[in-house]
């Protein structure tokens, strides 16, 4: 006699509650892009535009030693009289590093002089995904022992 399930439908698993509603924690605001536009890296960014990408290829994830840059993270930089917005992204909403992240991300930007205040908006459209991760962040993921590989 086998002890295999006959199905799935012997499998008692937890199901997606009906009711649920969005984190609390988390703004939900999306900003529309296409796929071309992102990742954003700054190339090509001259002046203070480049200074502050320069700054924000210095912020690495906690979690592992790869610029939020490269990871694919930045979906975008506007710079205005002093002011920076930052558009980003978390590899999810639930990301536990957050908070770490969008201060070491601001304060990155406010340390060029020339920028006043940073903010940072976090989108989540499109979807991060490998794919938006640089060719130097792989490389980098790669060296600290993370399959980047599809």
Same mark, same amino acid.
């Given at each position: 006699m086998s002890s295999e399930p006959d199905g799935p439908e012997e499998f008692d698993r937890p199901r997606a509650d009906e009711d649920a509603t969005p984190c609390g924690y988390t703004e939900y605001e999306t900003k529309e892009r296409t796929a071309e536009e992102v990742p954003a890296t700054g190339e090509g960014a001259e002046g203070l535009e480049r200074e502050v990408w320069a700054a924000l290829y210095e912020v690495e994830d906690p979690e592992m030693p790869v610029s939020v840059v490269d990871l694919g993270l930045i979906y975008g930089l506007e710079l205005d009289d002093g002011d920076a917005t930052i558009d980003m992204t978390l590899t999810y909403?639930?990301?536990?590093? $957050? %908070?770490?992240?969008?201060?070491?991300?601001?304060?990155?930007?406010? @340390?060029? *002089? @020339?920028? *006043? *205040?940073? %903010?940072?908006?976090?989108?989540?459209?499109? *979807?991060?995904? &490998?794919? &938006?991760?640089?060719?130097? @962040?792989?490389?980098? &993921? $790669?060296?600290? @022992?993370?399959?980047?590989? $599809?």
């Open positions: 909403s639930g990301c536990p590093a $957050r %908070e770490i992240i969008l201060e070491e991300v601001e304060e990155a930007a406010e @340390g060029v *002089d @020339g920028v *006043d *205040d940073a %903010e940072v908006r976090l989108v989540w459209a499109p *979807d991060w995904s &490998l794919d &938006l991760v640089t060719e130097q @962040g792989k490389e980098a &993921l $790669r060296e600290f @022992g993370i399959s980047v590989e $599809r």
